[in-house]
């Protein structure tokens, strides 16, 4: 699930999106 995965990563971290993405 890579949806599943950016989305956690948005609710968890929302600096992510702005970095990017830590994969």
């Known amino acids: 699930?890579?949806?599943g995965n950016r989305?956690?990563?948005r609710m968890l971290k929302p600096e992510a999106e702005t970095r990017g993405?830590?994969?």
């Open 21 to 23: 993405q830590e994969d």
């Open 7 to 9: 989305t956690a990563m």
């Open 1 to 3: 699930m890579p949806i």
